[in-house]
């Protein structure tokens, strides 16, 4: 299947005005802002030994969000989400489903480094988590995928393993969200990528036909 329907369709809308008319004014503002109040946090430990807060990186007109679970040190250091060795097979995932990174937008459910890139608590996520609700807010994307289990849970209140909630269709906010193998597990795990690439044809699928939807609504 072609792809390029999608870059078409974006120009399109762009031309149109449709970001106009169905997204909230001030968007780019209203992240500039929420940025600065990240860099600023200290709601959690972890800002103790951060370098810098790590907001997002990509479009805010975007229809496709990835959630990750932490900064890495690469992150850290830079500023910016998923840019190490894991930052670097997302972006050929992306590529892969023909699309830009500038194209989609990209976060972590944690905003700053945990310690030896342990995997975040509970209370950490719980003090970031107001952070993400505002981007999903802001955003208003057609679509999540979550990336790794950490991300998943945090996001759909689930405890679930990855097996049990990756390539199936979840709903949140009353968004689609196609849960799938992080980066990171995949460079350990190469055998993964495979499945991996059966989600993101399910992800190109959604964006040229569209989203399911979520049960009740219409």
């Not at 894991?86 to 699309?99: E, R, T, Y």
């Not at 995928?145 to 996001?155: I, K, Y």
């Amino acid at each position: 299947m072609g792809t390029g329907w999608l870059k078409k369709r974006l120009e399109l809308e762009k031309l149109m005005g449709v970001d106009a008319l169905f997204r909230k004014p001030g968007v780019s503002a209203e992240l500039r802002k929420l940025e600065d109040e990240v860099r600023n946090c200290t709601r959690c430990r972890l800002h103790e030994g951060r370098t810098q807060g790590v907001v997002a990186c990509g479009s805010p007109q975007a229809a496709l969000m990835f959630i990750g679970e932490a900064p890495g040190r690469d992150e850290d250091a830079q500023g910016i989400p998923f840019v190490g060795r894991a930052g670097k097979l997302l972006d050929q995932m992306i590529l892969a489903m023909g699309l830009q990174r500038e194209e989609v937008y990209i976060t972590n459910i944690i905003k700053s480094r945990p310690p030896n890139n342990r995997e975040p608590r509970t209370d950490e996520v719980e003090a970031c988590f107001p952070y993400l609700e505002r981007q999903i807010e802001l955003i208003q994307p057609q679509i999540i995928c979550t990336l790794g289990r950490p991300a998943t849970n945090a996001l759909l209140g689930i405890n679930r393993s990855m097996g049990e909630s990756r390539g199936k269709w979840h709903f949140t906010r009353g968004i689609a969200v196609l849960p799938t193998y992080h980066p990171a597990y995949l460079l350990r795990s190469p055998g993964q990528k495979s499945k991996a690439w059966q989600d993101l044809r399910k992800l190109i699928v959604a964006l040229a036909e569209g989203p399911p939807q979520a049960p009740g609504l219409f």
